[in-house]
Nanobody, 112 residues
Framework: EVRLVESGGGLVQPGGSLRLSCAASGFTFSNYVMRWVRQAPGKGLEWVSTINDSGYGAAYAASVKDRFTISRDNTKNTLYLQMNSLQPEDTAVYYC?????RGQGTQVTVSS
């Protein structure tokens, strides 16, 4: 059974940082491209970032480029999202996703 469990969300002030983690199990993590997506209150899913299977290639949405960094540790079956310079518009539930599954999400709230 594929399982993706996100953690690391929380409440942070504007300009602050958070690091999200996603623990993967039930599939060969190192073989797959992984993504982070988010859903803000009242809005649809928004793609945030993608990383290739080796971890040496990544892409970012324009809204997070130069602030967020995606990474992975294939020895730990874990995906990460380092988020810096957070802004209120980054408030959303963040999900990690494999090509076929999505986790339950972790809430990120940016507010003073």
């Amino acid at each position: 059974e594929v399982r993706l469990v996100e953690s690391g969300g929380g409440l942070v002030q504007p300009g602050g940082s958070l690091r999200l983690s996603c623990a993967a199990s039930g599939f060969t993590f190192s073989n797959y491209v992984m993504r982070w997506v988010r859903q803000a209150p009242g809005k649809g899913l928004e793609w945030v970032s993608t990383i290739n299977d080796s971890g040496y290639g990544a892409a970012y949405a324009a809204s997070v480029k130069d602030r967020f960094t995606i990474s992975r540790d294939n020895t730990k079956n874990t995906l990460y999202l380092q988020m810096n310079s957070l802004q209120p518009e980054d408030t959303a539930v963040y999900y990690c996703a494999s090509p076929t599954e999505r986790g339950q999400g972790t809430q990120v709230t940016v507010s003073s």
